[in-house]
């Protein structure tokens, strides 16, 4: 299957520093990827669908200007936390869905292995 | 009402057993069915697509009705390794093809 990574697996940072993280597809080009997240104990929650080459589309409740997103290559979509407090301190996971419709007629999107963030 | 519900258990049976395990949707409209296994502080993985006409994988059976909007997973024979957090994934009709996750129905075989 499609492999998906994320970098940092996970991090540890003071509360009003910026976080940044990395969701890579590896070998295949994702126009759409996913952030989720996911507090102990709770499913994940979409946070923003990012679209390659236009702005992030996020859900209800979640501060855009609070997670930036870029997605600048169809390979490549990237989430920072600004200004990170204690509460921000979840398991954030990436996911991607192959381009194209064909051969993914199912709509199967490929999970990043996530990243722990701990704000202090 | 909540878009996609499951039972968060947990699920305890012995190992060898025949566990069940449902998930409601609430959209009429939503085109694909996943489930999806997660093991502690790991990121989802595929476990099943939910086809219209069921299908079947080695020892997990997954069934779609959409009349009553539910879909299934049934595992047999259960294995220690089985033990997990089991997801049910609802994919909802928009154009950026987003997934619903359930709260998740947490198993645990037992020796």
């Not at chain 1, 080009?29 to 989720?36: R, V």
């Given at each position: 299957?499609?492999?998906?990574?994320q970098h940092?697996?996970?991090?540890?940072?003071?509360s009003g520093?910026?976080?940044k993280?990395?969701?890579?597809?590896?070998d295949?080009?994702?126009?759409?990827?996913?952030?989720?997240?996911?507090?102990?104990?709770?499913?994940?929650?979409?946070?923003?669908?990012?679209?390659?080459?236009?702005?992030?589309?996020?859900?209800?409740g979640?501060?855009k200007?609070?997670?930036?997103?870029?997605?600048?290559s169809?390979t490549?979509?990237?989430?920072?936390?600004?200004?990170a407090?204690?509460?921000d301190?979840?398991?954030y996971?990436?996911s991607?869905?192959v381009?194209s419709?064909?051969?993914?007629?199912?709509?199967?999107?490929?999970?990043?292995?996530?990243?722990?963030l701990?704000?202090? | 009402?909540?878009?996609?519900?499951?039972d968060?258990?947990p699920?305890?049976?012995?190992?060898?057993?025949?566990?069940a395990?449902?998930?409601?949707?609430?959209n009429?409209?939503?085109?694909?069915?996943?489930?999806?296994?997660?093991d502690c502080?790991?990121?989802p993985?595929?476990l099943?697509s939910?086809?219209?006409?069921?299908?079947?994988?080695g020892?997990?059976?997954?069934?779609?009705n959409?009349a009553?909007?539910?879909?299934?997973?049934?595992?047999?024979?259960?294995?220690?390794?089985d033990?997990?957090?089991?997801?049910?994934v609802?994919?909802?009709?928009?154009?950026t093809y987003?997934?619903?996750?359930?709260t998740?129905?947490?198993l645990?075989v037992l020796?």
């Open positions: 299957g499609a492999v998906v990574s940092p697996s996970w991090v540890i940072c003071k520093t910026s976080v993280i990395e969701c890579r597809s590896l295949f080009q994702a126009t759409t990827m996913f952030w989720y997240r996911q507090f102990p104990k709770q499913s994940l929650m979409l946070m923003a669908t990012s679209n390659e080459g236009s702005k992030a589309t996020y859900e209800q979640v501060e200007d609070k997670f930036l997103i870029n997605h600048a169809l490549l979509s990237t989430l920072t936390v600004t200004s407090h204690p509460e301190s979840s398991f996971i990436c991607a869905r381009s419709g064909d051969r993914n007629p199912y709509n199967e999107q490929f999970f990043g292995p996530g990243t722990r701990t704000v202090l | 009402r909540k878009e996609v519900e499951q968060p258990g699920f305890n049976v012995p190992e060898g057993a025949t566990v395990f449902n998930c409601t949707y609430s009429s409209a939503s085109q694909s069915f996943f489930w999806y296994r997660q502080r790991k990121e993985k595929l099943m939910v086809y219209s006409s069921g299908n079947e994988d020892r997990f059976t997954a069934q779609l959409r009553s909007q539910y879909i299934s997973l049934l595992i047999r024979d259960s294995k220690l390794s033990s997990a957090t089991y997801l049910c609802v994919n909802i009709p928009s154009g987003k997934y619903i996750f359930g998740g129905t947490r645990k020796a």
